[in-house]
């Protein structure tokens, strides 16, 4: 794989620039997800007594668990246009690209919390014989250019490094992430060049592989 990335949105709030000075990194609660089809089952056309029972079972065992869980979407593309403009503030936030060899990122695959999505043209049913737990790396084929990896933790809040308040009432669940596993972070096209600077200081990007590592998109000119 080689990378995979976080897009962080940004446009003129330097407390986004957090995630690098304080090296903590949000999973996001399903709810907040922008699709408002994750994490919801399918239902099959026609079904009988007991596939409804099944149905509704599994859906209760499952929503218990959902609720629980934070996510992290690490797609595979640190380039992709849609993506920089649906998840970087359209070019003006930034790109943390994680190598896939770190022990951070191998642990995650390791202990079954890192997985590739699955993109098909229908969702889930909870009636199946499927284990449930798939619905949670599964989305529509409509989001296969994004080429996403997902990781997944299903725990209480107070289990996390940090749990706090942003400014718009939501709850933010933090892990810790090791600076050594960050390989890149890229600037996007429409940055503010004060927060590209803030990005470049030394007390925001010390300890990263190298000091190449913060780089801008592709598509233009140095700053």
């Known amino acids: 794989m ?5 897009y962080i949105q940004i446009r003129h709030s330097p407390e986004q620039v957090d995630v690098l000075r304080e090296k903590k990194i949000r999973f996001t609660q ?3 997800l922008n699709d408002p089809f994750e994490f919801t089952p399918g239902m099959p056309n026609v079904y009988g007594h007991h596939q409804t029972w099944v149905g509704n079972r599994r859906a209760t065992t499952f929503g218990e668990k959902a609720r629980q869980c934070g996510v992290l979407s690490l797609p595979q593309k640190n380039n992709s246009i849609p993506m920089w403009a649906h998840y970087a503030a359209s070019h003006a936030g930034f790109a943390i690209g994680f190598d896939t060899g770190s022990s951070f990122l191998r642990k995650a695959i390791e202990d079954r919390k890192l997985h590739p999505v699955r993109y ?4 889930v049913s909870l009636t199946g014989l499927e284990n449930p737990d798939a619905i949670l790396v599964t989305k ?3 989001w ?7 990781w997944i933790e299903c725990c209480s ?3 996390y490094d940090e ?3 942003a400014p718009n009432g939501e709850v933010l669940y933090l892990r810790s992430i090791p600076p050594q596993c960050i390989q890149e972070v890229v600037l996007g096209y429409r940055i503010e060049p004060c927060l590209a600077e803030l990005i470049r200081a030394p007390q925001v990007n010390r300890r990263l592989q190298t000091p190449e590592s913060v780089h801008c998109d592709s598509r233009q000119e140095p700053l």
Do not use: K, Q
């Open 30 to 32: 399903p709810c907040f």
């Open 120 to 123: 098909l043209p229908e969702r």
């Open 144 to 150: 296969h250019y994004e080429e996403e990896w997902r």
């Open 2 to 6: 080689g990378i995979l990335v976080d």
């Open 157 to 159: 809040p107070d289990e």
């Open 140 to 142: 529509s084929t409509e």
């Open 163 to 165: 749990v706090r308040s």
